[in-house]
């Protein structure tokens, strides 16, 4: 817990040092609208602030490695690294699902277009990568390879996998274009209604009306369109939507429940 402990503020601090001081993409409360925060010097004092914190949690990291001193020879410098490693992970794991998607703090580079191909690449390079390599160092053990050494390798594999799928979602900068995909069923009317919550402009539809693309605003949100029964749309980071699948037709749902299925409204 230790060695996590120090790889977290040293992710937190690599954040810091790098991102809001040297090449200033960001400061921890860039995203924040509100002409409150607008100030520099308010600016810099939350940086300050997050950066006292996370000598707090580097302290109480090098007082576990202390008090558990007499173990550090069992555990291997091997371990003791890939704890480290998973406490960078983590931290830039967070980060980028709370200050940059869920709560909107910052995001990795404020001056760009496509912010979210910066916040992805920095996700699972310094994130997710990281993460696993700590991993691995903290599952290596002495003598031969092992059944779990040797299950690693096809779940490297599928991770990778899926860390490719994710990135190819991001659409190449200067595209403008979002393709949605909505589930079977919904109508053009409901359709144009949830093209409509996130201020999008109709540019094309197929025959079905399924399938549309459309213009959106700078920094539209996609989750208003996952809730109005999208399935896929072109920009999203995760394809929430497709869980829809797993919804029961309200003729099953019934059926399960005994009930005789209602007549589709007219």
Not at 40 to 55: E, K
Not at 63 to 68: A, F, H, P, Y
Not at 184 to 197: F, R
Request: charged residues 15%.
């Amino acid at each position: 817990m230790g060695g996590f402990c120090l790889g977290f503020a040293l992710g937190g601090f690599f954040d810091g040092i790098l991102l809001h001081q040297i090449l200033q993409w960001h400061h921890l409360l860039s995203g924040l609208t509100n002409p409150a925060f607008a100030d520099i010097g308010v600016q810099i004092l939350a940086d300050g602030v997050f950066h006292a914190l996370m000598y707090v949690i580097a302290a109480i990291g090098l007082w576990l490695l202390w008090r558990g001193r007499p173990g550090l020879a069992q555990i291997g410098g091997r371990r003791l690294m890939g704890w480290a490693l998973l406490g960078f992970g983590v931290w830039h794991v967070l980060d980028g699902l709370m200050s940059h998607w869920l709560l909107g703090l910052h995001r990795i580079r404020m001056d760009v277009e496509n912010k979210l191909f910066w916040d992805l690449v920095w996700f699972f390079v310094f994130g997710i990568a990281v993460m696993l390599a700590g991993w691995l160092l903290t599952r290596a053990e002495s003598g031969p390879p092992s059944g779990r050494n040797r299950v690693a390798v096809p779940l490297l594999l599928a991770l990778a996998v899926g860390i490719a799928g994710a990135v190819a979602t991001v659409p190449p900068p200067g595209t403008t274009a979002t393709l949605v995909l909505f589930r079977p069923g919904t109508a053009p009317a409901e359709a144009l209604s949830a093209l409509a919550s996130v201020d999008g402009r109709t540019v094309w539809s197929d025959p079905t009306g399924r399938l549309w693309a459309i213009d959106m605003a700078d920094g539209a949100g996609t989750l208003g369109l996952y809730q109005r029964g999208a399935l896929l749309v072109s920009n999203g980071v995760v394809p929430a939507g497709c869980l829809d699948w797993f919804r029961p037709a309200p003729e099953q749902a019934a059926a399960r429940r005994g009930a005789e299925p209602r007549p589709a409204a007219l």
